[in-house]
């Protein structure tokens, strides 16, 4: 079993106990996800740290959705409630990087294509330039956030 998978394990056990609720429901949803992804495709297995990351990012990307949309509807207190849920699973997290440190790594990576192709990448070679870029970032910055980095990179204007 990872080691993330056991520390929100304790934690939830923690939070049972300190009776916290936004933790524990936070948690509990977050450990049956990992539990559905386990599962899901042809056979089940063990997911290790990194992919239990990746599920724990995708359910605060989930939070951070809805609270968006709560407060559209201007349900605040909906939206305050996916927003304590996300915190709580920021925590899990690694540190979000910066727009410039963002840049750092959409530009290394524009370096590096070129280096690789001998000449300068265009719009193109997007595909080769995220690649690289995504590896960098390493979960550290949403997807999105990446593309537009390496975007500006790559079509200047």
């Known amino acids: 079993m990872s080691t993330l998978k056991e520390q929100l394990r304790a934690d939830l056990t923690a939070a049972m106990k300190a009776r916290d609720e936004v933790v524990k429901a936070t948690l509990r949803m977050t450990l049956t996800a990992v539990g559905n992804a386990e599962v899901a495709g042809t056979e089940a297995r063990q997911l290790d740290d990194v992919e239990v990351l990746q599920v724990i990012a995708k359910e605060a990307k ?10 559209a509807a201007g349900r605040t207190e909906q939206a305050a409630q996916e927003r304590a849920e996300g915190e709580v699973l920021a925590r899990y997290l690694p540190t979000q990087l910066s727009d410039d440190e963002l840049d750092g790594i959409a530009e290394q990576a524009v370096e590096d294509t070129a280096a ?42």
């Not at 989930?62 to 407060?71: L, Q, S, Y």
């Not at 550290?140 to 593309?147: I, N, P, T």
């Open 62 to 71: 989930k939070r951070a959705e809805a609270a968006e949309a709560f407060d």
């Open 116 to 157: 690789e192709l001998g000449e300068r990448p265009g719009p193109r070679q997007m595909g080769q330039v995220m690649k690289k870029a995504t590896a960098a970032a390493a979960g550290r910055a949403d997807g999105g956030r990446v593309a537009a980095a390496v975007k500006a990179r790559l079509i200047p204007g």
